[in-house]
């Protein structure tokens, strides 16, 4: 049964550690300077808590998931320990360093550069899809340099244990294209969630009948996308902090005058964010929104 190295602790990599541990791997994660919750997440999963050499040299892939303005110091903390003569321990090192992250191609090939003088192998996989849940996996898409075949297929056989990998290969496949596609993924999913935002909180400016006015339209015109908005808007309030650095990401990806509606998006969740923290009013504004577009939507049935 494999070792596998999942740093960190968050809502997916804990989520897929326990896929992993209840088929019967060994799952091992570094928290140094983590918070108790990563710790609770972490030991609610079944995951073992050890030093980074130790995570090096007793496992056969490492998977960053940590978020994404983190993702080249994580790997770059990695690259170093591989040349302290402590490093690699009395075992063998991991298989592949597998880059999980919501990161930009650029970033990840910055990423990948590190490892491509050491023994270590180097993936390029984006993980699209909600955390693992009773009858769910998210998928993840993989891609290396032409020539890493070998590893790449190592890495699908994960299958077996409850990962759902999707190989990407085929003309100009690379290092870049699993974020690519990652990332092409965000602009659709945390993107609308960015633009049911401003549209609430635009309607609800002009005044509050508006904003009730704007629901009874899309409940009757619109239904599909009532629901996308019931179900995605309040999951995306907390998580409103973490989406600015993706939405900047995002504006650095698309490039050109196209990236100005992901810099919007940023400024949206960074304001959500910051009345999360402050006087609250906006929360209370799309709380109150999806409040009402449930009742209207329970009326319509």
């Given at each position: 049964?494999?070792?596998?190295?999942?740093?960190?602790?968050?809502?997916?990599?804990?989520?897929?550690?326990?896929?992993?541990?209840?088929?019967?791997?060994?799952?091992?994660?570094?928290?140094?300077?983590?918070?108790?919750?990563?710790?609770?997440?972490?030991?609610?999963?079944?995951?073992?808590?050890?030093?980074?050499?130790?995570?090096?040299?007793?496992?056969?892939?490492?998977?960053?998931?940590?978020?994404?303005?983190?993702?080249?110091?994580?790997?770059?903390?990695?690259?170093?320990?591989?040349?302290?003569?402590?490093?690699?321990?009395?075992?063998?090192?991991?298989?592949?360093?597998?880059?999980?992250?919501?990161?930009?191609?650029?970033?990840?090939k910055r990423i990948g550069a590190l490892f491509n003088e050491t023994p270590m192998g180097f993936i390029d996989a984006g993980i699209v899809g909600t955390p693992p849940r009773?009858?769910?996996?998210?998928?993840?898409?993989?891609?290396?340099?032409?020539?890493?075949?070998?590893?790449?297929?190592?890495?699908?056989?994960?299958?077996?244990?409850?990962?759902?990998?999707?190989?990407?290969?085929?003309?100009?496949?690379?290092?870049?294209?699993?974020?690519?596609?990652?990332?092409?993924?965000?602009?659709?999913?945390?993107?609308?969630?960015?633009?049911?935002?401003?549209?609430?909180?635009?309607?609800?400016?002009?005044?509050?009948a508006t904003a009730d006015a704007l629901m009874k339209e899309l409940s009757i015109s619109q239904p599909?996308?009532?629901?996308?908005?019931?179900?995605?808007?309040?999951?995306?309030?907390?998580?409103?902090?973490?989406?600015?650095?993706?939405?900047?990401?995002?504006?650095?990806?698309?490039?050109?005058?196209?990236?100005?509606?992901?810099?919007?998006?940023?400024?949206?969740?960074?304001?959500?964010?910051?009345?999360?923290?402050?006087?609250?009013?906006?929360?209370?504004?799309?709380?109150?929104?999806?409040?009402?577009?449930?009742?209207?939507?329970?009326?319509?049935?």
């Open positions: 049964m494999p070792a596998i190295a999942i740093v960190s602790a968050g809502a997916m990599g804990s989520a897929i550690a326990k896929r992993l541990v209840h088929a019967g791997c060994t799952v091992y994660t570094n928290l140094d300077n983590r918070s108790p919750a990563a710790h609770a997440r972490a030991l609610a999963a079944g995951m073992t808590i050890v030093p980074l050499p130790t995570l090096l040299s007793n496992s056969s892939w490492i998977l960053s998931i940590v978020p994404p303005g983190e993702a080249l110091a994580f790997a770059q903390r990695i690259h170093s320990a591989l040349a302290l003569p402590s490093g690699s321990g009395s075992g063998s090192l991991p298989r592949a360093f597998v880059d999980c992250n919501a990161v930009t191609p650029e970033t990840v009773d009858g769910w996996d998210p998928t993840f898409y993989a891609c290396s340099e032409p020539g890493s075949e070998d590893v790449l297929e190592e890495f699908s056989a994960l299958a077996q244990y409850g990962l759902k990998v999707s190989l990407l290969k085929g003309a100009g496949a690379g290092i870049g294209d699993a974020s690519s596609l990652k990332l092409c993924e965000s602009m659709m999913k945390k993107g609308s969630i960015g633009l049911f935002m401003t549209m609430m909180l635009t309607a609800h400016r002009s005044s509050p599909a996308l009532m629901s996308r908005l019931i179900q995605t808007v309040p999951e995306g309030i907390p998580k409103a902090y973490r989406f600015v650095a993706e939405m900047e990401g995002l504006a650095e990806f698309v490039g050109g005058g196209e990236a100005d509606v992901f810099m919007g998006f940023a400024r949206v969740f960074e304001r959500v964010a910051g009345s999360l923290e402050g006087d609250g009013v906006d929360i209370e504004t799309l709380r109150s929104g999806v409040e009402r577009a449930l009742e209207l939507q329970g009326t319509s049935k």
